[in-house]
């Protein structure tokens, strides 16, 4: 501590100014200012969004094959009883059911509750995994008899069973043994079957989210 100012006066003991010339004896020591802490509030946590309805989902393609397995194991013990009007009932009740089932499956493995565009992309899947199940069972049915009966022979027997006259029966059985008309046939037959299955296990598929959504 100074004991006289510069301007020669004698200061007091712990003086902070001159008392004569006002002159400050040391620095006054600033206290800091407060650092303000701003709070960082956290962010919303957003959930990720739920996986779309395709064949890259693993969940989807799992309940298309399993749904797809089903129907075609009802298909085929309708197949067994030997009545076609029967089979043909199985097979226009299970198509947009196993559309409706797979969806109702889905949403209980997975709690995804699916719209109605969604719900008929996986009636889509089921359609066609059932699509490719009947094309393999057909062909393998369809070779099996061909090895044992001539498939010609009992075309016209069929055709001839309906009542139709012999000159028709003899045009439409040269006709398929054309190798062209067989493939046309085939392919279009497979077309239609591809077309309505699929159409009718999506109507089934958006039907069971519809349902599902009101739930």
Known sequence: MREFCTCGAKLPEAARFCHKCGKPQFEVESEPEPVVVEAVQPQPVVPPPPPEISFRNIAAVRIGFLIASLALFGSMLAAFTGSMPFYLLAVVILTPASGFLAVWLYTKRTGQVL??????KLGFIVGVFSFVFST???????????????LLEQYKEQLGRQGLPPETVEQMISMLEEPGTLVFLFLFGMAISFLV???VASVG????AKVLEKD
Not at 205 to 208: F, K, R, S, V
């Open 115 to 120: 719209s109605m565009r969604s719900g008929a």
């Open 136 to 150: 393999i069972m057909t062909t393998i049915s369809t070779l099996t008899v061909a090895s044992r009966v001539n």
């Open 197 to 199: 299955g699929t159409t």
């Open 205 to 208: 598929g958006a039907l069971g």
